[in-house]
Each structure stands twice: as C-alpha cells, then as structure tokens.
T-cell receptor, first 114, second 115 residues
Framework: QKEVEQNSGPLSVPEGAIASLNCTYS??????FFWYRQYSGKSPELIMS??SNGDKEDGRFTAQLNKASQYVSLLIRDSQPSDSATYLC??????????????WGLGTSLAVNP | EAGVTQFPSHSVIEKGQTVTLRCDPI?????LYWYRRVMGKEIKFLLH????????ESGMPNNRFLAERTGGTYSTLKVQPAELEDSGVYFC?????????????FGPGTRLTVL
C-alpha cells in the first residue's frame, strides 16, 4: 500500500464547475497535510495547508481533512482553464518537531474545459 | 524577493560520470530540502538541512549521493558515480522553519539524464 494515494486522473470538468480532488494516507499519526499545484514542466506550488479536522477555505479553494478516515480533499469552485494542472497531495507525520519530510502522492491531473 | 534557484536546469551525463547540482535557497531560510522525482513515480524526499546541519538524510538512496551545505547558505548534491536509475528531476526547496506554518518553496528543478 502506498503511503499517500491519489487517483491519477485525468479528472475533466467544465469551466465553472466544482473540481473535487481526493487523497488518502496510511500513517494514522500524520499531522500536516498539503496540496500543491504543478503545471507541466514547472515546480510544485503550495495551494493549501491543513492541520486540523474540518474545512479550511481560501478563495475558490477548500481543503477538507478527516483524520479518522485518513482522508484529505481539495475542492476548487468555479473552475477555470488556468486551474488545469497536476495537484499533488503531501503529508508530514512529525510536524511538531523539526521534521519537515513530506510524503507525496502521485498527483491527480485536472483538465478544466472551456 | 528571489525564489529558490537551481543550477543547472538540465544535465545529460554518461553512466559512471560525476554530476554536481546546486541549490540557492530563499535568503534567510534556514531549512533546505532535496527531493527527487523519477518518471512515473512520486516525488521522494532525499534530505533536509537546518542551516549547515543534516536534520534528516533518511531518503538518500546510497553512498553515491553526497549533499553539503557549507556555511548554511547554498547547497550542492553530488552524484558519483552516476547510474542509469539516478535519472529524474531533482527539486530543491527551502522554508523559514516556523512550526506553525512552514511553507516549502520549490525551485524549478534540475532534470538529470544518465545515459
């Protein structure tokens, strides 16, 4: 079993729709969760971080965390063609110390169609 | 403010040769990380520096890889001798190190091809 799992996609949504990206993780002790966006040939860019159960909203993006189910998701409202990219889920299990090692999923490719 | 920079952007070498990758973190960032993505695989953590000290090098594949961060500024990652399986994109990231929010900012990566 992979430590962090994501559907590879591609996930295709029409412009203006809600895109829902999902991620599960195996380490129940994981404490910190991150969503990065990566355009083709570019470096990963942090979109959202979440540390507590529940929802966290930032503009059109909402991250949802359910530690009991070991599940974290990213919702993108009013999807735009510029949101087309690969979305990477990353998890850290020992954030309280000085351990910042991120464990990554393979990423989900999102295509927003005009 | 300049972001994380990496050099070179691409490197093509033959098996058995040596390659040195360089990373310049964002100024003032004590934490520096190396990651690698092999085609078709997840991004994998290699190691983490806090200033000039290695905080965690659990991801280093073997002793052909040597990372340094003399003076706590830029870092180099040397692969000697390179093998075919070392091909991939090597990312460097840096962060300030605060516990509450510690965003890792990534550089553009170095694409290494070993022939």
């Amino acid at each position: 079993q992979k430590e962090v799992e994501q559907n590879s996609g591609p996930l295709s949504v029409p412009e203006g729709a809600i895109a829902s990206l999902n991620c599960t993780y195996s380490d129940r002790g994981s404490q910190s969760f991150f969503w990065y966006r990566q355009y083709s040939g570019k470096s990963p860019e942090l979109i959202m971080s979440i540390y507590s159960n529940g929802d966290k909203e930032d503009g059109r993006f909402t991250a949802q965390l359910n530690k009991a189910s070991q599940y974290v998701s990213l919702l993108i409202r009013d999807s735009q063609p510029s949101d087309s990219a690969t979305y990477l889920c990353a998890v850290n299990s020992q954030w309280a110390g000085n351990n910042r090692k991120l464990i990554w999923g393979l990423g989900t490719s999102l295509a927003v169609n005009p | 403010e300049a972001g994380v920079t990496q050099f070179p952007s691409h490197s093509v070498i033959e098996k058995g040769q040596t390659v040195t990758l360089r990373c310049d973190p964002i100024s003032g960032h004590d934490n520096l990380y190396w990651y690698r993505r092999v085609m078709g695989k997840e991004i994998k953590f290699l190691l983490h520096f806090v200033k000039e000290s290695k905080q965690d090098e659990s991801g280093m594949p073997n002793n052909r890889f040597l990372a340094e961060r003399t003076g706590g500024t830029y870092s180099t990652l040397k692969v000697q001798p390179a093998e075919l399986e070392d091909s991939g994109v090597y990312f460097c990231a840096s962060s300030q190190g605060r516990v509450s929010t510690d965003t890792q900012y990534f550089g553009p990566g170095t694409r290494l091809t070993v022939l």
